[in-house]
């Protein structure tokens, strides 16, 4: 069993030392077919099933370059406000692995197709951090391996391994930040958000799904420390593959305290990359990390350099979708949202949803509410995404304008959204079968107030003295009679007047 490593109270960390950031992320095209094959650029599907001999590596097969994953990389530095290079080109990334079939990794060593950008991100204190990009480049994802036996499903007491070589090629644009310095406490949190609004900006371009729990999108966070009077940067880990906002952010506070540890007690950091435990939030030693000189990177020789043309790239930029922090400030502005309000509908995923329920005449604080707070609860019992509910904006809509014209209460309108999810058809339909449209004929209403001020007098008689306030229990128990579905307006209104308040 791995011994617990020794940490540091992370206030300390912050008051003795600087951290220093680099936060590479992957990203899996959506592209049809793989980088440089015509193999299924598909999830899971049966191993080794979506494979051919260009991606397996086999002797005298060719690489031909997927043009629809250099539109992607292209778009991607665009939005990214990269510069896009004239020209460059491929290289091999020599190293032995398993799950790498040919021993190297066709990606872009000093020829990147995009650097010199930034990306701003929005704390959550509203606080905006920019942080800059290096560089994006093209590259081939690895095939997988799936280790057997052990507890801990590493390579590490498994009995045996099994390769999967259905992922190997398929496209992969690595994107890299310059040193991120001078977020003192802050710099794991600004980790979580640099790569929270990555993911936004690349949904934003449909370039990719950015499924994390998939492994479409990972972050491999490098961290190091330099103390306060220092001039050069500390050595650095890099945790690899992590697969969550969250885990970002614990693994990048973890290294910090367990680095800071390490340097008090008089030891070095040994540069290496580490795994992270999501159970208790620590790292592990992975392996010596490598240096550029190490992978013997050298041109491709089987693919041709690439020149995208000025006006291609113009073109390209033209396709841009108005980027999320655009996109954010334009939401707020129209529906008059605080930035808790914006935060919530964000981070529950609904802002498309609202839009779409907007866009069919709901109003913008109805749709929000329905969303985020009835049908987000719905979502998270059924433990599915908000998107995966079996119902429509337009249905939503529908029950809103209902609503708004008084024939339904909000509590029977909460019925009938559960009708439509349990597949009892249009919300008009739901209100029919299930009998849920408001009472709205006065006869039936006063007849309900009658028995209301009988069953009560003590009630009717503080109406009568001027407490009007008192009508209050009237209603409640005219609603109940009326099983919620008095138009409770109405109903005070039929009371004040019986009453001769």
Not at 48 to 66: D, F, R
Not at 257 to 275: D, F, K, N, S
Not at 358 to 371: F, H, L, T, Y
Request: net charge negative; aromatic share 6%; charged share 25%.
């Amino acid at each position: 069993m791995t011994a617990v490593a020794e940490v540091m109270d992370y206030a300390e960390v912050v008051e003795r030392f600087d951290p220093v950031l680099g936060l590479e992320v992957h990203v899996e095209l959506n592209t049809n077919t793989k980088m440089f094959c015509g193999c299924a650029n598909e999830f899971g599907g049966e191993p080794n099933t979506k494979v051919c001999p260009t991606c397996l590596g086999m002797p005298g097969a060719l690489p031909v370059l997927n043009g629809k994953g250099v539109e992607g990389a292209i778009r991607i530095g665009l939005a990214l406000n990269c510069e896009i290079a004239q020209w460059c080109r491929f290289a091999r990334k020599n190293y032995f692995y398993p799950d790498m079939p040919k021993n190297f990794q066709t990606s872009q060593y000093d020829e990147p197709i995009a650097f010199n950008g930034y990306l701003d991100v929005t704390l959550d204190d509203g606080e905006i951090v920019r942080v800059d990009i290096e560089r994006a480049h093209m590259e081939e994802d690895t095939g997988k391996s799936l280790h057997v036996g052990g507890a801990t499903g590493r390579i590490h007491g498994a009995e045996h391994s099994l390769l999967d070589y259905n992922r190997a090629g398929v496209p992969l644009i690595e994107i890299v930040t310059k040193p991120i310095v001078g977020m003192g406490s802050r710099a794991p949190e600004v980790a979580r958000a640099y790569v929270t609004a990555l993911r936004d900006l690349l949904r934003a371009l449909d370039v990719s799904d950015v499924r994390m729990d998939q492994g479409s999108l990972r972050c491999d966070a490098n961290v190091s420390l330099m103390a306060k009077d220092a001039t050069e940067f500390g050595t650095r880990t890099e945790t690899k593959n992590v697969n969550s906002f969250r885990s970002v952010e614990r693994a990048v506070r973890y290294e910090m305290t367990r680095q800071a540890a390490v340097l008090v007690a008089g030891g070095t950091i040994t540069q290496e990359t580490r795994h992270f435990q999501e159970a208790d939030g620590t790292t592990s030693s992975g392996r010596t990390k490598e240096t550029a000189e190490d992978y013997r990177y050298f041109p491709e020789p089987d693919l041709v350099p690439i020149a995208p043309s000025r006006e291609w790239v113009e073109e390209l930029r033209g396709t841009l979708p108005e980027m999320p922090a655009a996109r954010r400030k334009r939401i707020q502005d129209e529906w008059s949202l605080s930035a808790e309000e914006l935060r919530d509908l964000f981070n529950a995923g609904a802002v498309q949803l609202v839009e779409a329920t907007v866009a069919e005449g709901a109003k913008p604080n109805e749709a929000r509410s329905w969303w985020v707070n009835f049908l987000a609860q719905e979502a998270n019992t059924r433990e599915v995404e908000l998107t995966a509910l079996p119902i429509t904006p337009a249905q939503v809509a529908r029950v809103a304008a209902l609503v708004e014209a008084g024939e339904l209460t909000n509590k029977l309108a909460r019925e009938v959204v559960k009708g439509v999810l349990a597949g009892e058809g249009e919300p008009d339909e739901v209100v029919e079968k299930r009998g849920l449209k408001v009472v709205s004929d006065d006869s039936a209403l006063l007849a309900a107030v009658d028995e209301a001020l009988a069953a009560q007098p003590d009630i009717a008689d503080k109406i009568r003295g001027g407490k009007v306030q008192a009508a209050g229990a009237i209603v409640g128990a005219v609603m109940k009679a009326t099983k919620g579905q008095a138009d409770a307006k109405r109903v005070r209104e039929l009371i004040i007047e019986r009453v001769g308040a």
